[in-house]
């Protein structure tokens, strides 16, 4: 049972296109977030949301936008895609609250910009 | 959130103890101290989290100093898949929204 998955693990596209990273996460928790790692291998977040109040990064473009269909799902849409933006991407949920709220990650999207 | 730091590299000889610092000198009273690694290629993956007392469980221990000030992450018997970038982070146990923020950790290299 993968708690985190993340579809696809491999994305490779054009630059101009706009494409799709879904995430789906099988914990219950409440807080689902979006991280981007660079060819640096910085992990930077983009976004966490929780109970339908979105935090965005604000030096994420508005070419990036999440959709969360319900709790279990966040979902990540990019328009026109950009050489930046090739990296991998990593979906994580977690407990917002609590003494356990230790984050789970999945095992990442390498997108490749051509 | 409380900042942390940790030195960028270090390394180990496999069946030794590896021994991973981590300096939080301004957390605040309500802050955990949580720990994860990332082996290449992989997402990053929990490890142990602990508020004041000393903690253990079948990855690793961690070791609180008494100010907080400090914490040591501790790998008993590393082996060549321990290999991998540690890092420490604080989050408060409640309240207010939460982002784990991950610094730049610790290259771990273990050899043979």
């Known amino acids: 049972d993968t708690a985190v998955s993340q579809t696809p693990k491999y994305l490779v596209t054009q630059m101009g296109n706009d494409k799709s990273i879904k995430c789906e996460q099988n914990l219950g928790h409440d807080t689902m977030y979006w991280y981007k790692q660079d060819s640096k291998k910085f992990l930077k977040i983009m976004f966490s949301y929780n109970n339908k109040e979105l935090i965005i990064n604000e030096t994420v473009p508005n070419r990036f936008s999440p959709k969360s269909p319900d709790k279990a799902h966040l979902n990540l849409h990019i328009n026109s895609l950009e050489l930046g933006d090739s990296a991998v991407y990593f979906c994580?949920?977690?407990?917002?609250?609590?003494?356990?709220?230790?984050?789970?990650f999945g095992q990442g999207t390498r997108l490749t910009v051509v | 959130d409380a900042k942390t730091t940790q030195p960028p590299s270090m390394d180990c000889a496999e069946g030794r103890a590896a021994n991973l610092p981590c300096n939080h000198s301004t957390i605040s009273g309500n802050e955990y101290v949580y720990w994860y690694r990332q082996i290449h290629s992989q997402g990053p993956q929990y490890i142990i989290h602990?508020?004041?007392n000393n903690e253990t469980n079948e990855m690793a221990s961690l070791i609180i100093t008494e100010d907080r000030k400090s914490s040591t992450l501790i790998l008993p018997h590393a082996t060549l898949r321990d290999t991998a970038v540690y890092y420490c982070?604080?989050?408060?146990?409640?309240?207010?929204?939460?982002?784990?923020?991950f610094g730049r950790g610790t290259s771990l290299i273990v050899h043979p």
């Open positions: 602990g508020l004041k």
């Open positions: 982070i604080v989050r408060p146990t409640s309240g207010g929204s939460y982002i784990p923020t």
């Open positions: 994580a949920s977690s407990h917002n609250r609590g003494v356990n709220t230790e984050a789970f």
